[in-house]
């Protein structure tokens, strides 16, 4: 079951340092992973950013997600997904997206620590995709995150 988990900062939490300013203030992220451990590893870390996170088990479940929070308003920033799922795959995340949300397209990042198989690797080898390889330094994704202009 999907479900939202909004950001609490204090100093004490953040991972920049007392006093310094989170970079993903104000920032909805969605996190789609089947794996529990790094999906609440990673949602927390993004948290301690400032970011308010959504997160969901698999693609069907952010799929879904993604409709609510769109019916109710909501921007979402960027959408974290891991490639390989059962439930809905990432790849079949990423083509419905296209269809119901495209400005969201270039605000997809995926990570996987399996890229065999020439569906993925042909995925993935798409100027369009940004990949993340599991295990990722969080670092690394803030970054990517905080590059992303604000939504349209």
């Not at 789609?32 to 927390?44: N, P, R």
């Not at 296209?98 to 620590?113: A, D, Q, T, W, Y």
Request: hydrophobic share 40%; net charge negative.
């Amino acid at each position: 079951m999907w479900h939202s988990i909004r950001n609490r900062m204090d100093s004490t939490t953040n991972p920049l340092g007392s006093g310094a300013t989170p970079l993903l203030t104000e920032r909805s992220i969605v996190i789609v992973d089947d794996d529990a451990t790094l999906l609440s590893l990673t949602s927390s870390y993004l948290r301690r950013l400032g970011a308010t996170v959504h997160v969901a088990s698999n693609g069907c479940e952010a799929l879904a997600l993604l409709e609510s929070l769109h019916a109710a308003g909501t921007v979402v920033h960027a959408v974290l997904c891991d490639l390989r799922m059962a439930g809905g795959s990432g790849m079949e995340l990423h083509r419905q997206v296209g269809e119901r949300f495209p400005l969201l397209l270039p605000r997809m990042i995926f990570s996987s620590g399996d890229v065999d198989g020439d569906d993925v690797r042909s995925f993935i080898d798409r100027p369009d995709i940004t990949v993340l390889a599991k295990p990722y330094p969080l670092a690394e994704l803030r970054r990517r995150l905080a590059e992303f202009p604000p939504p349209p």
